[in-house]
């Protein structure tokens, strides 16, 4: 199965951005849809983006028109650019790949995850 890693994380004071990268190796890349999910502490992880392996996204309504979700099948790597971040998207990030979903913000259809990444956006 597929090995995801996450870069890019980091702290940013609110309203500023960061990208997220994850990379994959092991099985063709391009066969899967890709995810990135989100889970603050006392929280339970909660889907963001999703794009799938023809290349269509779909968003979490809170962060539609800041995030956008991207893939760079050549590279193997999939990428989440945040814009306009705010304090409540302090979470660590996930990237998570599946060969076969029928509801993509179900993190339950993803079968492989990255070990995440910390994202902290101060007020």
């Known amino acids: 199965q597929v090995q995801l890693v996450e870069s890019g994380g980091g702290s940013v004071q609110a309203g500023g951005s960061l990208r997220l990268s994850c990379t994959a190796s092991?099985?063709?890349?391009?066969?899967?849809?890709m995810g990135w999910f989100r889970q603050a502490p006392g929280k339970e992880r909660e889907f963001v983006a999703a794009?799938?392996?023809?290349?269509?996204?779909t968003y979490q309504d809170s962060v539609k028109g800041r995030f956008t979700i991207s893939r760079d099948n050549a590279k193997n790597t999939v990428h989440l650019q945040m814009n306009s971040l705010k304090p409540e998207d302090t979470a660590v990030y996930y990237c998570?790949?599946?060969?076969?979903?029928?509801?993509?913000?179900?993190?339950?259809?993803?079968?492989?995850w990255g070990q995440g990444t910390q994202v902290t956006v101060s007020s």
């Open positions: 998570a790949a599946t060969s076969a979903a029928s509801i993509l913000s179900d993190s339950s259809w993803y079968k492989n």
């Open positions: 092991g099985p063709i890349f391009s066969s899967y849809h």
């Open positions: 794009i799938t392996r023809y290349g269509s996204t």
